[in-house]
């Protein structure tokens, strides 16, 4: 495509295994005459699904990034049928500065579709629009909770209106074989990766991996266990699919979060004081937390209380707390028929 902004040493139609990068036109401060890298490897091998995987769109959220590298410096061609192209650090400076916006305050996940003659996170978001989503089947958004937020770990859908699409994206979304799986909504705005790929028509997941500014060895390993499964289940890469049943596991929890009630913002600014743990079942009513007033020591905290009954399934992870952050996130159980019909 002559018109995107974006170059790639990649060719995304060549096969066997490339290690490349994307480059980002751009001129800063430090920099008058600059290109921002953008890493991309891209394993082809004959003819099978063509799947998409993206990670470190924000750069406080460094697990799905070591499951994508991981990924990409083990796997070879013969590992695939068709092609996997995997950008596991779509904000390189944003990682650098482990912070989740670029640091020009561009929200990777707030560019889409883009535009080739936007600023440089436009540019990046078009190039992916127009470029590589064509060229998938299906795309996974590896994410987390970062700095901010403590996410049960799972991976999570949109509820789309294309039947088919949606089915094949519960299937997807299952083949993590996480603990838990989550139906959300949009409460902080669009423009998010996913947001365009399911427009595509794409089979189109994402994750939420924990969070909180800090990760665990069991995360990286669900992170790894789950990517590769998922792959897996699509044909991609070469291998059975485990189910949770072969692993000696119960069925997963899938939470429906598809109300704003079910997102729980601050009334006012404080000191969160979280009286809750993630998995926690609550009812609707119940205290979630309490926000503090460091100023004034006389005032008595205010209660937070959960709109909706059901599973705790996020937490706010920085206690410093501004007006509308979102405190808590509950989650209502519902079985995989129900997001079918
Ligand atoms: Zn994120």
Redesign the pocket.
Known sequence: MSDVAVTSTVDFERPGKQVGRLQVPRSTNESGWSNLFVPAVCIQNGRGPSVLITAG??GD?PEGQVAALNLARETEPEHVRGRLIILPCMSPDASRAYS?LWPDGANL?RSFPGSATGAPDQQLADYVTRVLFPLTDAVCDL??G?RSMMCLPWSEMHMVTDRAQRGAMVDAMLAWGTDYHFIYINIAGGGLLVDEAERQGKITIGTELGGGGHTTAAIHRLAEHGLRNFLRHLGVLAGTAATRASRGLPPPVILRAVSADDYVLAPESGLFETLVTLGQEVGAGEPLGRLHFPERPDRPPVDVHAETAGVVCSIRAIATTGQGDCLVVTGQRCGRDELLE
Do not use: K, Q
Request: no cysteine; aromatic share 0%.
């Open positions: 769109v924000h959220e989740r996940n994410h987390s970062g």
